[in-house]
Protein backbone atom coordinates (compact mmCIF):
# COMPACT_ATOMS: atom_id res chain seq x y z
CA UNK A 1 0.00 0.00 0.00
CA UNK A 2 1.35 3.70 -0.52
CA UNK A 3 2.49 4.94 2.91
CA UNK A 4 -0.38 7.81 3.17
CA UNK A 5 -2.88 4.80 3.08
CA UNK A 6 -0.86 2.04 5.33
CA UNK A 7 -0.67 4.96 8.08
CA UNK A 8 -4.46 5.21 7.39
CA UNK A 9 -5.14 1.47 7.91
CA UNK A 10 -3.46 1.69 11.32
CA UNK A 11 -4.56 4.79 13.16
CA UNK A 12 -7.74 3.89 12.02
CA UNK A 13 -9.09 7.31 10.20
CA UNK A 14 -8.21 10.60 8.88
CA UNK A 15 -9.81 12.69 11.76
CA UNK A 16 -7.06 10.71 14.18
CA UNK A 17 -4.30 12.00 11.49
CA UNK A 18 -5.34 15.15 11.54
CA UNK A 19 -6.08 15.47 15.23
CA UNK A 20 -2.46 14.05 15.94
CA UNK A 21 -1.34 17.34 15.56
CA UNK A 22 0.20 19.53 18.78
CA UNK A 23 0.44 22.58 18.26
CA UNK A 24 -1.25 26.38 17.61
CA UNK A 25 -4.56 26.22 17.96
CA UNK A 26 -5.15 29.42 15.37
CA UNK A 27 -3.43 27.38 12.50
CA UNK A 28 -4.99 25.29 10.80
CA UNK A 29 -3.67 22.57 8.34
CA UNK A 30 -3.76 22.95 4.89
CA UNK A 31 -5.21 19.30 2.37
CA UNK A 32 -2.88 18.19 -0.01
CA UNK A 33 -5.29 17.29 -1.95
CA UNK A 34 -6.61 21.27 -2.80
CA UNK A 35 -4.29 24.18 -3.82
CA UNK A 36 -4.20 26.41 -0.83
CA UNK A 37 -0.74 25.39 0.48
CA UNK A 38 0.82 25.46 -2.79
CA UNK A 39 -0.50 29.37 -3.11
CA UNK A 40 0.49 29.98 0.28
CA UNK A 41 4.18 28.48 -0.53
CA UNK A 42 3.83 30.69 -4.04
CA UNK A 43 3.18 34.03 -1.75
CA UNK A 44 5.85 33.57 0.15
CA UNK A 45 8.23 32.66 -2.38
CA UNK A 46 7.20 36.14 -4.13
CA UNK A 47 7.97 38.18 -0.10
CA UNK A 48 11.09 36.56 0.08
CA UNK A 49 12.05 37.53 -3.38
CA UNK A 50 10.80 41.17 -3.31
CA UNK A 51 12.87 41.52 0.38
CA UNK A 52 15.61 39.82 -1.34
CA UNK A 53 15.41 42.57 -4.04
CA UNK A 54 15.02 45.20 -1.41
CA UNK A 55 18.44 43.47 0.48
CA UNK A 56 20.43 43.49 -2.33
CA UNK A 57 19.14 46.82 -3.79
CA UNK A 58 20.12 48.74 -0.44
CA UNK A 59 23.97 47.01 -0.57
CA UNK A 60 24.48 48.22 -3.63
CA UNK A 61 23.83 51.75 -2.54
CA UNK A 62 25.76 51.50 0.01
CA UNK A 63 28.51 49.94 -1.76
CA UNK A 64 28.41 52.50 -4.22
CA UNK A 65 27.91 55.57 -1.86
CA UNK A 66 31.78 57.30 -1.61
CA UNK A 67 33.06 59.62 1.78
CA UNK A 68 35.75 61.45 2.69
CA UNK A 69 38.25 59.23 4.50
CA UNK A 70 38.16 59.71 8.64
CA UNK A 71 41.14 61.68 9.57
CA UNK A 72 42.97 59.18 12.86
CA UNK A 73 44.70 61.16 15.28
CA UNK A 74 48.19 58.78 16.05
CA UNK A 75 48.80 60.25 19.29
CA UNK A 76 45.10 60.59 20.60
CA UNK A 77 44.39 57.00 19.47
CA UNK A 78 47.35 55.31 20.54
CA UNK A 79 46.95 57.49 24.38
CA UNK A 80 43.24 55.93 23.85
CA UNK A 81 44.00 52.26 22.78
CA UNK A 82 46.53 52.54 25.36
CA UNK A 83 44.08 52.61 28.38
CA UNK A 84 43.05 48.45 27.33
CA UNK A 85 44.87 46.85 29.93
CA UNK A 86 45.26 43.20 28.35
CA UNK A 87 47.34 42.07 25.21
CA UNK A 88 45.84 42.33 21.73
CA UNK A 89 45.56 39.03 20.10
CA UNK A 90 47.28 38.27 16.66
CA UNK A 91 43.44 38.40 15.56
CA UNK A 92 42.52 41.48 17.41
CA UNK A 93 45.55 43.61 15.60
CA UNK A 94 45.10 42.34 12.66
CA UNK A 95 40.99 43.46 12.75
CA UNK A 96 42.25 46.52 14.23
CA UNK A 97 44.42 47.21 11.62
CA UNK A 98 41.69 46.50 8.77
CA UNK A 99 39.39 49.28 10.78
CA UNK A 100 42.17 51.63 10.10
CA UNK A 101 42.10 50.62 6.27
CA UNK A 102 38.03 50.82 6.45
CA UNK A 103 38.22 54.75 7.48
CA UNK A 104 40.65 55.64 5.33
CA UNK A 105 38.67 54.46 1.94
CA UNK A 106 36.20 56.03 0.36
CA UNK A 107 33.85 52.95 0.71
CA UNK A 108 31.53 52.85 3.42
CA UNK A 109 32.33 50.39 6.59
CA UNK A 110 30.20 47.38 6.25
CA UNK A 111 32.44 44.56 8.77
CA UNK A 112 30.91 41.64 10.38
CA UNK A 113 33.13 40.85 13.13
CA UNK A 114 32.97 37.21 14.26
CA UNK A 115 34.17 35.74 17.33
CA UNK A 116 34.02 33.68 20.55
CA UNK A 117 32.55 35.69 23.45
CA UNK A 118 35.09 37.07 25.43
CA UNK A 119 37.17 37.19 23.05
CA UNK A 120 37.47 40.89 22.07
CA UNK A 121 35.21 41.86 19.49
CA UNK A 122 33.91 45.01 21.87
CA UNK A 123 37.67 46.34 22.23
CA UNK A 124 37.45 46.70 18.30
CA UNK A 125 34.28 48.73 18.41
CA UNK A 126 35.56 50.81 20.99
CA UNK A 127 38.28 51.73 18.86
CA UNK A 128 35.95 52.36 15.81
CA UNK A 129 33.89 54.74 17.91
CA UNK A 130 36.90 56.43 18.97
CA UNK A 131 37.62 57.45 15.67
CA UNK A 132 34.09 58.31 14.64
CA UNK A 133 33.60 60.49 18.09
CA UNK A 134 36.93 62.17 16.83
CA UNK A 135 35.89 63.03 13.41
CA UNK A 136 32.77 64.68 15.09
CA UNK A 137 30.24 61.89 14.24
CA UNK A 138 27.57 60.00 16.33
CA UNK A 139 27.61 56.75 17.18
CA UNK A 140 25.11 54.05 18.04
CA UNK A 141 25.49 50.89 19.94
CA UNK A 142 22.84 48.38 19.66
CA UNK A 143 22.37 45.75 22.13
CA UNK A 144 20.08 43.02 22.41
CA UNK A 145 19.11 43.08 26.03
CA UNK A 146 19.00 45.80 28.75
CA UNK A 147 22.10 43.98 30.57
CA UNK A 148 24.51 43.89 27.94
CA UNK A 149 23.29 47.47 26.91
CA UNK A 150 24.43 48.68 30.32
CA UNK A 151 27.58 46.82 30.93
CA UNK A 152 28.83 48.56 26.94
CA UNK A 153 27.90 51.52 29.00
CA UNK A 154 30.34 51.27 31.94
CA UNK A 155 32.90 49.78 29.83
CA UNK A 156 32.07 53.20 27.67
CA UNK A 157 32.09 55.29 30.04
CA UNK A 158 35.36 53.86 31.72
CA UNK A 159 37.31 54.25 28.32
CA UNK A 160 36.55 57.61 27.16
CA UNK A 161 36.49 58.92 30.47
CA UNK A 162 39.65 61.48 29.48
CA UNK A 163 37.78 62.57 26.85
CA UNK A 164 35.34 64.90 26.05
CA UNK A 165 32.57 63.12 24.81
CA UNK A 166 29.10 62.77 25.70
CA UNK A 167 27.99 58.77 25.69
CA UNK A 168 24.02 58.32 26.84
CA UNK A 169 22.17 55.24 27.62
CA UNK A 170 18.69 54.60 26.21
CA UNK A 171 16.55 51.41 27.51
CA UNK A 172 12.73 51.34 28.26
CA UNK A 173 13.55 51.72 32.15
CA UNK A 174 14.05 55.57 31.32
CA UNK A 175 11.39 57.84 32.19
CA UNK A 176 9.16 59.75 28.84
CA UNK A 177 10.88 62.99 30.55
CA UNK A 178 14.37 61.54 30.12
CA UNK A 179 14.28 59.75 26.91
CA UNK A 180 12.44 63.37 25.84
CA UNK A 181 15.98 64.87 27.05
CA UNK A 182 18.00 62.10 25.10
CA UNK A 183 16.33 62.60 21.81
CA UNK A 184 16.48 66.19 21.75
CA UNK A 185 20.43 66.13 22.90
CA UNK A 186 20.90 63.37 19.76
CA UNK A 187 19.44 65.56 17.40
CA UNK A 188 21.68 68.99 18.65
CA UNK A 189 24.48 66.45 18.16
CA UNK A 190 25.29 67.21 21.88
CA UNK A 191 25.44 62.97 22.41
CA UNK A 192 28.84 61.75 20.77
CA UNK A 193 27.80 58.04 21.40
CA UNK A 194 24.29 56.16 22.17
CA UNK A 195 23.81 52.94 23.49
CA UNK A 196 20.56 51.06 24.37
CA UNK A 197 18.17 48.23 23.49
CA UNK A 198 15.50 48.30 20.56
CA UNK A 199 14.53 51.71 22.15
CA UNK A 200 17.27 53.04 19.41
CA UNK A 201 15.08 51.43 16.33
CA UNK A 202 11.66 54.22 17.39
CA UNK A 203 10.34 56.29 15.14
CA UNK A 204 10.79 59.53 17.32
CA UNK A 205 14.59 58.93 16.88
CA UNK A 206 17.08 61.25 15.18
CA UNK A 207 20.47 61.99 14.85
CA UNK A 208 22.63 65.36 14.08
CA UNK A 209 25.40 63.23 12.09
CA UNK A 210 25.34 59.53 12.93
CA UNK A 211 28.10 57.61 11.15
CA UNK A 212 29.04 54.46 13.36
CA UNK A 213 26.37 51.69 13.60
CA UNK A 214 27.62 48.88 15.91
CA UNK A 215 25.39 45.81 16.11
CA UNK A 216 26.23 43.63 19.23
CA UNK A 217 25.10 40.01 19.66
CA UNK A 218 23.72 40.84 15.81
CA UNK A 219 22.02 37.37 15.10
CA UNK A 220 19.66 38.39 17.64
CA UNK A 221 18.25 41.36 15.79
CA UNK A 222 15.88 41.25 12.80
CA UNK A 223 16.67 42.24 9.49
CA UNK A 224 14.55 44.99 9.10
CA UNK A 225 14.88 46.29 12.34
CA UNK A 226 18.95 46.65 11.36
CA UNK A 227 18.01 48.40 8.13
CA UNK A 228 15.73 50.77 9.40
CA UNK A 229 18.47 52.12 11.68
CA UNK A 230 20.78 52.26 8.87
CA UNK A 231 18.44 54.10 6.84
CA UNK A 232 18.82 57.05 9.58
CA UNK A 233 21.49 58.42 7.33
CA UNK A 234 22.58 58.17 3.74
CA UNK A 235 26.02 56.53 4.60
CA UNK A 236 26.57 54.62 8.05
CA UNK A 237 30.08 52.99 8.51
CA UNK A 238 28.43 49.36 9.84
CA UNK A 239 30.37 46.59 12.33
CA UNK A 240 28.19 43.50 13.62
CA UNK A 241 29.70 42.15 16.45
CA UNK A 242 28.28 38.03 16.59
CA UNK A 243 29.71 34.40 17.58
CA UNK A 244 27.11 33.14 15.94
CA UNK A 245 26.62 35.78 12.87
CA UNK A 246 22.69 34.66 11.00
CA UNK A 247 23.09 32.41 7.57
CA UNK A 248 22.44 35.88 5.69
CA UNK A 249 25.51 38.14 7.48
CA UNK A 250 27.55 34.58 6.69
CA UNK A 251 27.08 34.54 3.24
CA UNK A 252 27.35 38.11 2.97
CA UNK A 253 30.45 37.64 3.69
CA UNK A 254 32.19 34.87 2.71
CA UNK A 255 30.27 36.09 -0.77
CA UNK A 256 32.80 39.68 -0.44
CA UNK A 257 29.52 41.87 0.08
CA UNK A 258 30.24 42.92 3.24
CA UNK A 259 33.72 42.36 4.71
CA UNK A 260 34.70 39.73 7.67
CA UNK A 261 36.94 39.27 10.57
Known amino acids: KPPYAMLRSLV ?7 DSYIGMDEIKLDSIRKSKW ?12 DFAAELI ?18 EGFQKFIENFPYELTPDQLK ?25 GKTEIALRAAFICAKNKQQVAVLAPTTILARQHYELFKDRFLQTDHEIEFLSREKTQKEKALIFEN ?22 KNLGLLVIDEEHKFGVRQKEKLRKYSKGINSISLSATPIPRSLNLALSRVRDIS
Do not use: W
Open 12 to 18: GSEMCIR
Open 38 to 49: NQKKQKTFEKAY
Open 57 to 74: ESEAKRSNYKRSPLEINK
Open 95 to 119: CSHSLINDFNSPKMMDRLICGEVGF
Open 186 to 207: LKKGKISIIIGTHSLLGAEIEF
